[in-house]
C-alpha cells in the first residue's frame, strides 16, 4: 500500500499540506521543498489542510509558500493540524472567530 503523502512548497516551509484524509497515527511521506522525509499525524487532518513539520511556538510564523501566512496563537508540535485552532492571521484579527471545520463566523449571529 502506498503511503500518503504531503507537500512541502518552499524549503522554508514549516507547515506542509497534506492530499488526502489524515487519520491521527499515520506516516506521511513529505513531498517538495528540496526534500523528502517521514512524519507522523498526531492528529485527523483533513485534506487539503496543514501538518506541521517543526514545533512553532506561540506568536512564532506559520511559514507556507515561503512567506508567513499566520502565527502561532498556542503551542503547535510537529505532526499536529494548523488551521483557525491554533493560528491567527497578523492582517485579520476577525480570522480568530471562524469555525475551524467550514470557516462561517462565530461572532456574528443572524437571524
Given at each position: ?45 483533513p ?14 510564523p ?50
Open positions: 500500500m502506498k503511503r500518503p503523502v504531503c507537500f512541502k512548497i518552499h524549503p522554508a516551509d514549516n507547515v506542509a499540506t497534506v492530499l488526502q484524509d489524515v487519520p491521527a497515527g499515520t506516516e506521511l511521506q513529505i513531498l517538495g521543498g528540496l526534500s523528502v522525509n517521514l512524519i507522523r499525524s498526531v492528529e485527523p487532518i485534506h487539503g489542510h496543514k501538518i506541521a513539520l517543526q514545533s512553532i511556538t506561540i506568536e512564532n506559520v511559514i507556507k509558500f515561503g512567506v508567513i501566512i499566520g502565527r502561532a496563537s498556542v503551542q503547535i508540535e510537529p505532526g499536529q493540524w494548523v488551521h483557525l485552532h491554533n493560528c491567527r492571521s497578523q492582517f485579520d484579527e476577525r480570522s480568530q472567530t471562524l469555525n475551524i471545520h467550514d470557516g462561517s463566523t462565530t461572532d456574528t449571529r443572524y437571524e
